[in-house]
Nanobody, 116 residues
Framework: QVQLVESGGGLVQPGESLRLSCAAS????????MSWYRQAPGRQRELVAQ???????MYADDVKGRFTISKDNAKATVYLQMNSLYPEDTAVYLC??????????WGQGTQVTVSS
């Protein structure tokens, strides 16, 4: 079993930045990929960014150029640097990690609120 703990959320004004972190309780799994999703009230959960074990990265179209995903394998931690935040980025941000044998673990989420 793996626990994922997100941190770094908060309330910021439009145009500001936040850095989210997601720490896994185990670093020996060699996750196939780690991802950030977000869910806003009344909207479907959406994939924001993903990084594979080989370092391949993808982003949702509306965060390209503003968000950067990265990971520290030794710390089993994935980060999401979010710049130029918009009110539309307001959501609960959730971290996931997938093992090579197909298990997917989810964190509890961290709230990001962008408001003036």
């Amino acid at each position: 079993q793996v626990q994922l703990v997100e941190s770094g959320g908060g309330l910021v004004q439009p145009g500001e930045s936040l850095r989210l972190s997601c720490a896994a309780s185990r670093s020996d799994f060699g996750f196939s990929y780690m991802s950030w999703y977000r869910q806003a009230p009344g909207r479907q959960r959406e994939l924001v960014a993903q990084i594979t074990g080989h370092g391949n990265i993808m982003y949702a179209d509306d965060v390209k150029g503003r968000f950067t995903i990265s990971k520290d394998n030794a710390k089993a931690t994935v980060y999401l640097q979010m710049n130029s935040l918009y009110p539309e980025d307001t959501a609960v941000y959730l971290c996931t990690a997938a093992t090579p044998w197909g298990q997917v673990f989810w964190g509890q989420g961290t709230q990001v609120t962008v408001s003036s």
